[in-house]
């Protein structure tokens, strides 16, 4: 599992061009197929992100992030903010991926997720685990009472209109 939303790097997908390798990237020698990261029902088909650093990959998921630095609770969204896989207390309750309506971001975070947030499956998503499991649901149970979105799964926001 990526342990960072992306990094500067080459990217072998792109000629080897340094730009962000972002989780998707990361991704791609342990998957067999890009269509693991699209959705038939999200009818975006913007591949690109920023900078192309997702090599032709729909964006129809976002990493899941909760600040925007190495003290954040959950996954960063700064660009190269690595965190241990040891940090996270519960990897069966603590989500890596959520579908997104905005394709333009390789992330969501956490209080963003009322504009961005995906509801295409009468008005559930497709979350992802860091255990690697799927769970279609709606997005208020993953802020509480357990908090999917921070490592420790405590608390800090609250659910969106969704």
């Known amino acids: 599992m990526p342990a960072c939303r992306g990094y500067i790097a080459?990217?072998?997908y792109n000629n080897d061009n340094l730009e962000m390798i972002d989780w998707r990237i990361q991704l791609m020698p342990y998957i067999k197929t890009v269509q693991l990261f699209s959705c038939p029902s999200n009818s975006s088909t913007h591949r690109d992100g920023d900078a192309?650093?997702?090599g032709g990959i729909d964006h129809h998921y976002g990493m899941a992030t909760a600040g925007d630095n190495a003290s954040s609770p959950g996954f960063s969204y700064e660009v190269g903010g690595f965190r241990?896989?040891?940090?996270v207390e519960f990897p069966s309750n603590t989500l890596f991926g959520v579908e997104v309506s905005n394709p333009y971001n390789p992330d969501l975070a956490a209080w963003n997720v009322g504009d961005a947030g995906f509801t295409g499956h009468t008005d559930m998503a497709n979350f992802l685990y860091i255990d690697g499991h799927v769970k279609a649901s709606r997005w208020a149970p993953t802020f509480g009472p357990h908090n999917a979105w921070a490592f420790d799964g405590?608390?800090?926001w609250d659910a969106p209109n969704k």
């Open 154 to 156: 405590v608390v800090r």
């Open 52 to 54: 192309g650093q997702s």
């Open 10 to 12: 080459p990217n072998p």
């Open 84 to 87: 241990s896989m040891a940090a």
